[in-house]
């Protein structure tokens, strides 16, 4: 086999719905989750023992590369295949910014679960790997395909999501962290709503139509993470001055998206808190 490049998408949460916690100590939620056009690769390759190196402009951040979510992945999928640990080569070029509420620990796991599979041939299921990147982290299953769908439970439960137009969008991050943890015990402290699953009425034919259905949704960890996180509402308030027709934390944070009308409004608006903010990432997206 040779080396082969996967695409490891940004995934935004457009809702996130979160319910109370449970007696094991998680919170069901709602959420639908998309995916952006802009991402990490991950690199698969045989060679002599598993290995992994990390490129590209975050690749500081994640100080311990033998606790990366990629390797912790691809030993599992060894283990549960019987092999032992894989003999692969991993490069990962790190392109978003890391625990940044765009799941991209999760969906790097997810592209390297993938290639190694298929670069190992390895007789397992899909339903097998949905069950490995869920071990991995919640969100796990909905990146493993980096295809739109609808999340509940802990996030194991997919469903189609409702047909959606392509959204042209802006995410802007302020380089802080907002620890989910300390997040979700601040919504706990406040008041808690339910983990409901939406779903439009009817088709959703364009961004104004999209835009004013999810409007009447909501990110329920917004709030809470604004509150532990200054950055968050200055974020949100500059992604608003720019234009955006709605504006919503993804996750816990900390980064907010803001969704156009057209391509070019969103590029105009990037440029625009690029300047205000040359610290910061920002970048134009379509979500789709």
Avoid at 136 to 157: F, N, Q, S
Avoid at 189 to 214: C, F, H, K, N
Avoid at 256 to 277: C, H, K, N, W, Y
């Amino acid at each position: 086999m040779r080396a082969a490049t996967t695409f490891a998408p940004a995934k935004v949460n457009l809702y996130l719905h979160v319910g109370p916690v449970d007696a094991e100590g998680y919170h069901p939620i709602a959420s639908l989750g998309v995916f952006a056009d802009v991402g990490d690769r991950v690199t698969v390759s045989p060679a002599d023992r598993l290995g992994l190196q990390v490129t590209g402009p975050f690749a500081a951040a994640l100080s311990d590369a033998e606790d990366n979510l990629v390797l912790r992945a691809l030993r599992r999928l060894g283990a549960r295949a019987g092999i032992g640990e894989p003999r692969l080569d991993v490069r990962l070029d790190k392109q978003l910014p890391v625990a940044s509420g765009l799941g991209g620990g999760s969906s790097d796991a997810g592209a390297a679960l993938r290639a190694g599979r298929d670069a190992l041939s390895l007789d397992i299921s899909d339903a097998e790997l949905e069950a490995i990147a869920f071990e991995i982290g919640a969100d796990g299953p909905l990146c493993l395909w980096g295809r739109a769908a609808v999340a509940e439970g802990r996030g194991e439960r997919l469903s189609p999501a409702p047909a959606l137009p392509p959204l042209p969008a802006v995410l802007l991050n302020p380089g802080v962290p907002s620890p989910t943890g300390a997040v979700y015990r601040a919504y706990d402290d406040g008041p808690v709503a339910e983990a409901d699953r939406a779903m439009p009425p009817g088709p959703l034919d364009d961004v104004r139509s999209a835009v004013a259905w999810l409007a009447g949704q909501r990110n329920d960890l917004e709030a809470p993470a604004a509150r532990l996180v200054g950055a968050i509402p200055e974020a949100l308030a500059l992604m608003s001055d720019a234009g955006a027709r709605l504006t919503r934390l993804s996750g816990s944070g900390a980064t907010v998206f803001g969704l156009f009308e057209t391509p070019d409004a969103a590029a105009i608006a990037a440029g625009s808190l690029s300047a205000q903010r040359p610290d910061w990432w920002s970048r134009a997206t379509t979500l789709a």
